[in-house]
Structure formats: structure tokens, C-alpha cells
């Protein structure tokens, strides 16, 4: 298992990356992240660029928006490997019409078997109203489930919202 899973989840523009970062530094250990994105456009081309020099130059970066073994692969107690996020990474596979449960299982597991610590950031998507379409129910049902199944392994649970941490479950 890993040595330690932490999750930081909150709401879009949360402060939870920023927060999650912050997290990896304060471990001391050689910092890896597992970049789920896809670049489809310039904005986001724009946001990962500003996310590459917000971290610096003593990340290691691993771009891969499906396979956590791609991420968690070759890692070392003396690694912290930082997922951001959850939210693309199953909106990737929800798109791409892959089996859920079967890429929850995966990721779960890959989680379980890293040697490294792991942090992983994921969006709170049921705080707000019904979605309209059933693509946007199905997505938030998914994220909500996906959430449930990574705070039940996580050591650690923190809820970011406007910046501010609040540990839901363990401790930082």
C-alpha cells in the first residue's frame, strides 16, 4: 500500500491544486505529477503552462490523462506522486466510453500497490444543482462515487474551499 494517500477535493477554483502542492513540498520528497489533462484548446495549452512554472523546475511531469500505472510506475518510498486530478482523469474516461467501475477499480488499486506517497486532487461536483442533461448526471454520479471509493482507501481527506483546508478525516 501506499505510504501515505492523502485526498484534497473542493470545488472548481478551490484553491485545492495550489493546496495540494503546497502538500507534496512539506513531504521532502522528490515531487511527481501525474498530469490527467487533455489539451484541446488554448486556454488550456494557457493553464497547464502557468500550473508548469507555478511548480518549478523540481517536478517531474507525467502526462497521461488514463493509466495511473504510466504515473505510478518505477516510484519510491522516497517519492511523492501528486494525481491532478481526478475529476479529468474520469472525465477522460467518460468520454472515451471506457467501463467506470472497471477504470475505478485500476486506479484504486494502482493506488494501493504505489510505494510512494500519494495525494490526489479531485472536485466536489455534488454540492450544487441536478444537471439538466443526462451526460452531466451521469458524470457528477460517477465523480461522486469515485470520491466515496478514494476517501474510503485515503488516509487523509481534506476539504479546500476559498483556500482555507479542513481536514475531514486523519491529519495532515
Same mark, same amino acid.
Given at each position: 500500500?501506499?505510504?501515505?494517500?492523502? @485526498?484534497? =477535493?473542493?470545488?472548481?477554483?478551490?484553491?485545492?491544486?495550489? %493546496?495540494?502542492?503546497?502538500?507534496?513540498?512539506?513531504?521532502?520528497?522528490?515531487?511527481?505529477?501525474?498530469?490527467?489533462?487533455?489539451?484541446?484548446?488554448?486556454?488550456?495549452?494557457?493553464? &497547464?503552462?502557468? !500550473?508548469?512554472?507555478?511548480?518549478? *523546475?523540481?517536478?517531474?511531469?507525467?502526462?497521461? *490523462?488514463?493509466?495511473? +500505472?504510466?504515473? %505510478? /510506475?518505477?516510484?519510491? *518510498?522516497?517519492? &511523492?506522486?501528486?494525481?491532478? $486530478?481526478?475529476?479529468?482523469? =474520469?472525465?477522460? !474516461?467518460?468520454?472515451?466510453? !471506457?467501463?467506470? /467501475?472497471?477504470?475505478?477499480?485500476?486506479?484504486?488499486? +494502482? @493506488?494501493?500497490?504505489? *510505494?510512494? /506517497?500519494? @495525494?490526489?486532487?479531485?472536485?466536489?461536483?455534488?454540492?450544487? @444543482? &441536478?444537471?439538466?442533461? #443526462?451526460?452531466?448526471?451521469? %458524470?457528477? /454520479?460517477?465523480?461522486?462515487?469515485?470520491?466515496?471509493?478514494? +476517501?474510503?482507501? #485515503?488516509? $487523509?481527506?481534506?476539504?479546500?474551499?476559498?483556500?482555507?483546508?479542513?481536514?475531514?478525516?486523519?491529519? =495532515?
Amino acid at each position: 500500500m501506499a505510504s501515505k494517500v492523502t @485526498i484534497i =477535493l473542493g470545488g472548481a477554483a478551490s484553491g485545492k491544486s495550489a %493546496f495540494a502542492e503546497q502538500a507534496c513540498v512539506k513531504t521532502g520528497k522528490n515531487k511527481i505529477y501525474w498530469a490527467t489533462s487533455q489539451i484541446f484548446d488554448l486556454e488550456m495549452k494557457e493553464k &497547464v503552462a502557468r !500550473h508548469l512554472t507555478q511548480r518549478g *523546475p523540481d517536478w517531474t511531469t507525467i502526462e497521461d *490523462p488514463y493509466t495511473a +500505472a504510466t504515473a %505510478f /510506475e518505477n516510484t519510491q *518510498p522516497k517519492d &511523492v506522486v501528486l494525481m491532478d $486530478c481526478a475529476t479529468m482523469w =474520469l472525465t477522460n !474516461h467518460l468520454i472515451a466510453e !471506457h467501463n467506470l /467501475e472497471e477504470e475505478t477499480d485500476r486506479l484504486l488499486s +494502482a @493506488i494501493e500497490t504505489c *510505494p510512494a /506517497e500519494v @495525494i490526489v486532487v479531485t472536485n466536489e461536483t455534488g454540492l450544487g @444543482i &441536478v444537471p439538466e442533461n #443526462a451526460l452531466a448526471r451521469r %458524470f457528477r /454520479e460517477a465523480q461522486g462515487r469515485l470520491n466515496i471509493a478514494l +476517501a474510503a482507501k #485515503a488516509d $487523509c481527506v481534506v476539504m479546500v474551499a476559498a483556500g482555507l483546508p479542513m481536514v475531514l478525516k486523519g491529519a =495532515l
